[in-house]
């Protein structure tokens, strides 16, 4: 099966009840890891990739690694997506060199200018058969390449449910980023974590049908922070979503879950837990090896989380 749009999988996660997991994928291991996992769960796929991550690994190599995944993968439909792409000549570039799925993200501008920008890129993906998700609502925390609203002032940048309906309208994209309390990064919360059902539950009464999609969706698992810092790291306060409010967000109306610090964090603690226990190791496959495996059993877990797991041919 070659590439495939989010279409049929929204279509699916939306009646069904549950979510697909879009994961960030920088290097090989990250995406073995991952690609390994949805094949023995049989669960359908995003894999997303950020700007930070073209310029770090360069898209004809992160396309090539995609291409080995789709190619070893025939009964897994995966759809390849461009996270928070910024400008309309970015996403052009990445229906151009072959996404299936793009986001434009400007939804730190005014709502007038988020609505143009947003039409001039579904005008031109529609054209080329690809899907757009857009961003409504402000998240917090920040991260290499996406700057987001402050801790405290994550509440007043939630979506207005009214908005939306003319937000949707006017831009014909195909899914929705909503703000609902989540933030990027490993600190998402300074007390109890808590997300704004109300607001998942205000849009999608007001646009039936439609997907909406969650960004900052990594929970933070506690086996991978005490592994980094009991091994030299120092990330005591960090705070994720925890998994059943995940799980309730994927039987309502979010279809896609965006998870990139729970990778990241698997990775890190199995290297540093390497380093610490085997000082004298210098051979890259002795702590990629055992950060790739963190990340394949992480995602098994998550696709359970998401409801996902076993669905991949209803998906196809
Ligand atoms: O939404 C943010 C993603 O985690 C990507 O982060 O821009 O540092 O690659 P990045
Ligand atoms: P996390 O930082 O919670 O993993 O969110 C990732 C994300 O939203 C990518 O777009
Ligand atoms: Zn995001």
């Known amino acids: 099966m070659a590439l495939v749009s989010t279409e049929k999988m929204f279509e699916m996660a939306y009646n069904n009840g549950y979510a697909v997991g879009a994961f960030n994928v920088n290097n090989m291991e990250i995406t073995q890891g991952i690609v390994s996992a949805i094949a023995e769960e049989k669960a359908p796929l995003i894999l997303q990739i950020s700007r930070g991550a073209r310029q770090y690994a360069s898209m004809s190599y992160l396309k090539a690694i995609i291409d080995v995944a789709v190619k070893e993968n025939p009964d897994i439909p995966i759809c390849m997506h461009l996270d928070h792409g ?25 709502f007038e200018e988020n609505i143009r920008m947003t039409k001039e890129v579904v005008d031109y993906a529609h054209k080329h058969g690809v899907v757009v998700e857009a961003e409504l609502g402000q998240l917090g925390g920040i991260e290499e390449d996406v700057v987001g609203v402050s801790a405290d002032d994550i509440a007043n940048h939630l979506t207005d449910p009214n908005q939306a309906i003319e937000f949707v309208e006017k831009t014909g994209c195909d899914s929705l980023a909503v703000a609902c309390g989540t933030s990027h990064g490993a600190f998402k919360f ?22 909406l999609v969650m960004h900052g969706s990594s929970s933070v698992l506690k ?34 879950v965006n998870i990139d610090t729970d990778l990241r964090m698997a990775l890190t603690a199995k290297i540093r837990q390497v380093f610490a226990e085997t000082p004298g190791e210098f051979d890259p496959r002795k702590y990629l090896g055992p950060g790739r495996d963190a990340i394949q059993k992480m995602v098994k877990r998550k696709l359970h989380v998401l409801g996902c797991a076993g669905k991949a041919a209803e998906c196809s």
């Open 190 to 211: 300074k007390s109890a974590p808590a997300l704004a059902f109300d607001v998942i539950q205000g849009v999608a009464d007001k646009l039936a049908g439609f997907p």
């Open 86 to 110: 910024d400008t309309f000549e970015s996403c052009k570039q990445c229906v151009d060199d072959g996404f299936t799925s793009v986001m434009i993200d400007a939804s730190h501008h005014p």
């Open 223 to 256: 086996e991978f922070k005490d592994l980094i810092n009991k091994y030299g790291g120092d990330m005591p306060d960090a705070m994720g979503v925890p998994e059943d409010a995940i799980s309730k967000a994927a039987k309502m109306a979010v279809c896609k």
